[in-house]
């Protein structure tokens, strides 16, 4: 069982930053693909990026350049930095764990899932 829980949510005006952060509980973090996922209102929640056990990263085209995905696995914690953030970029924001090596861009792959921070971009 892993419990995640996000964090760093908030309203930032566009050309700006925000780091989110996602703490997870369980013994066997480091053997967990990491994923970020967002969802905005009206759209069905989708890919942003991953990372997995080795630190391989993945990125969904939009944020690719912007956005950078880590771990540490010391502290059972994954990280999303995002620049040059846009208003487009405004969604509730989701990180999740997957039982597997090599993380996919599948919502259903992915085992266990925070409940989600809210990023504003104002124009």
């Known amino acids: 069982q892993v419990r995640i829980v996000e964090s760093g949510g908030g309203l930032v005006q566009a050309g700006g930053s925000l780091r989110l952060s996602c703490a997870a509980s369980g013994r066997t973090f480091s ?38 995905i880590s771990r540490d696995n010391a502290k ?34 992915y085992d266990y899932w925070g409940q989600g921070t809210q990023v504003t971009v104002s124009s």
């Not at 053997?31 to 970020?36: A, E, K, L, P, T």
């Not at 991953?50 to 969904?60: E, G, L």
């Not at 040059?84 to 996919?104: F, G, H």
């Open 31 to 68: 053997s967990y693909s990491m994923g970020w996922f967002r969802q905005a209102p009206g759209k069905e929640r989708e890919f942003v990026a991953a990372i997995s056990w080795s630190r391989s990263t993945y990125y969904t085209d939009s944020v690719k350049g912007r956005f950078t």
């Open 76 to 109: 059972n914690t994954v990280n999303l930095q995002m620049n040059s953030l846009k208003p487009e970029d405004t969604a509730v924001y989701y990180c999740a764990a997957a039982a597997r090596p090599i993380p996919t861009m599948t919502l259903r792959s």
